[in-house]
């Protein structure tokens, strides 16, 4: 499974930015497909997920002014991020995961997803 992530940039407190994570052939319908981040000198955050029926899982820091989103013909998933706060600032990663738990407290972990992406820069300036 091949992840790339791009989209990331420098963008103004309050603004917007659209992620996008191509995915090998096939991979998103598969899959649980989700978003970490990683802020220097901190552990990498669960930020959104999606899973294969569709449901949809966000962390509270982002939750409200987030969308995941997915297209299976494209093989593609986005995460659109509103209202950008300084705190968002990381290197966005995206993943997929082969297996999925039960409930949804197990698609919150990086442990959880099998393969990842190489990360995009997001900083937001204030």
């Known amino acids: 499974v091949q992840l790339q992530a791009s989209g990331g940039g420098l963008v103004q407190a309050g603004g917007s930015l659209r992620l996008s994570c191509a995915a090998s052939v096939r991979t998103v319908s598969r899959y649980t497909m989700g978003w970490f981040r990683q802020a220097p000198g901190k552990g990498r955050e669960f930020v959104t997920a999606?899973?294969?029926?569709?449901?949809?899982y966000y962390s509270d820091s982002v939750k409200g002014r987030s969308i995941i989103s997915r297209d299976v013909v494209k093989n593609t998933v986005s995460l659109e991020v509103n209202n950008l706060k300084p705190e968002d600032t990381a290197v966005y990663y995206c993943a997929a995961a082969s297996s999925e738990g039960y409930g949804s407290t197990w698609l919150r972990y990086s442990g959880s997803f099998d393969y990842w992406g190489q990360g995009t820069q997001v900083t937001v300036s204030s």
């Open positions: 999606i899973t294969r029926s569709g449901s949809t």
